[in-house]
Nanobody, 127 residues
Framework: QVQLVESGGGLVQAGGSLRLSCVASTRTFGTYTKMAWFRQAPGKEREFVAVMVIRWSGGNIYYADSVKGRFTISRDSSKNTVYLQMESLKPEDTAVYYC?????????????????WGQGTQVTVSS
């Protein structure tokens, strides 16, 4: 069982930056090789933002086209934490952001590919 707790959301003006954190309460964080961020805006479905997959031979990172070049996902295994650095924020980035975790070696951009979810953190970007 893994508990994920997000933080770092808030209200920011367009063009600003935020860094989201997701702390995993598990001693086996290293076995969760797929860590992802999703977001859900009011009235919309949950959508993929970014995923990091770790493998013995290396790893992969994927981003949604809408955030590519502006968002960066990273991981600090010593702190059981995954980050989402968000730059050049736009009003359309406004959403609740969720952290998700799973084991496995194949990246998934579909929410069904993840076993554990955080409670979400609100990001609001004003124009």
């Amino acid at each position: 069982q893994v508990q994920l707790v997000e933080s770092g959301g808030g209200l920011v003006q367009a063009g600003g930056s935020l860094r989201l954190s997701c702390v995993a309460s598990t001693r086996t964080f290293g076995t969760y090789t797929k860590m992802a961020w999703f977001r859900q805006a009011p009235g919309k479905e949950r959508e993929f933002v970014a995923v990091m997959v770790i493998r013995w031979s290396g790893g992969n990172i994927y981003y949604a086209d809408s955030v590519k070049g502006r968002f960066t996902i990273s991981r600090d295994s010593s702190k059981n934490t995954v980050y989402l650095q968000m730059e050049s924020l736009k009003p359309e980035d406004t959403a609740v952001y969720y952290c998700a975790a799973a084991r496995g070696s194949e990246a998934s951009m579909n929410s069904v590919g993840y076993d554990y979810w955080g409670q979400g953190t609100q990001v609001t970007v004003s124009s």
